[in-house]
C-alpha cells in the first residue's frame, strides 16, 4: 500500500481531544464574551462621560440618571426648572452618537416649554431669533437661554439643536 492522506478532524474522536470546529466554537465564545464585556464597559464610561458633562456645566438634576440603548438615551430624575430639564436635552441630544433622546425627567418647578430649532447652514442667532421672534436683534435671548453649552454666539453649527423660549411680555 501507500501513504494516504486524511482530515485529521473530520473522522471519529478516539483519543479524547477536540476537533478543530470545537476548539474555533469556543475561540468564537470567548470573543464573543470579551466583545460583550467591552461594549458594557464602553457603554458604562459613555453614561458616566455625559452625566459628567451635565455635572460640570452646573445643570443640576436630582437622580440624574442616563442609560443608553444604541443610538437612544433614557435620561430620568427632576429638574429644578423646566430650562434645566431643557438644556439637559440639549446635552445629550447634541453628543455625537446620540439620534434621540427618551426624556422621563420630572421638573420641581413647571413653566412653558420652549421650542427647539436644529441650526441649518447659514444659520446664525439673528437669523434664528428673527425667524421665531421676528427681531434679529433678540439673538441674545436664544444665546443665554443656551448657555452654557452657548460660550460664543457666534459658534453654532449645522445639526446642532437650540432651544427656543418663549419671549417674556
Do not use: C, W
Not at 473530520?10 to 464573543?32: C, D, L, M, N, R
Not at 446635552?91 to 421650542?115: F, L, S, Y
Not at 441649518?120 to 428673527?130: C, E, N, R, S
Amino acid at each position: 500500500m501507500g501513504l494516504f492522506s486524511f482530515i485529521k478532524d473530520a473522522g471519529a474522536k478516539i483519543f479524547g481531544g477536540k476537533t478543530t470546529a470545537e476548539e474555533a466554537a469556543e475561540v468564537a465564545a470567548e470573543k464573543a464574551a470579551a466583545h460583550a464585556e467591552a461594549a458594557a464597559i464602553a457603554k458604562a464610561n459613555a453614561e458616566a462621560s455625559i452625566k459628567e458633562t451635565i455635572s460640570d456645566l452646573d445643570l443640576h438634576v436630582e437622580n440624574l440618571e442616563v442609560s443608553l440603548e444604541g443610538d437612544m438615551a433614557i435620561i430620568s430624575g427632576k429638574a429644578h426648572d423646566q430650562a434645566t430639564k431643557e438644556k439637559v436635552v440639549l446635552v445629550v441630544g447634541n453628543t455625537q452618537g446620540i439620534a434621540m433622546v427618551d426624556d422621563r425627567m420630572d421638573v420641581e418647578h413647571k413653566e412653558p416649554e420652549a421650542q427647539f430649532h436644529t441650526v441649518a447652514k447659514g444659520d446664525t442667532l439673528g437669523k434664528i431669533a428673527k425667524q421665531y421672534y421676528g427681531n434679529a436683534m433678540k439673538y441674545p435671548t436664544i444665546f443665554e437661554a443656551n448657555k452654557p453649552m452657548l460660550k460664543d454666539p457666534n459658534l453654532i453649527y449645522p445639526g446642532q439643536v437650540l432651544r427656543i423660549p418663549a419671549l417674556d411680555k
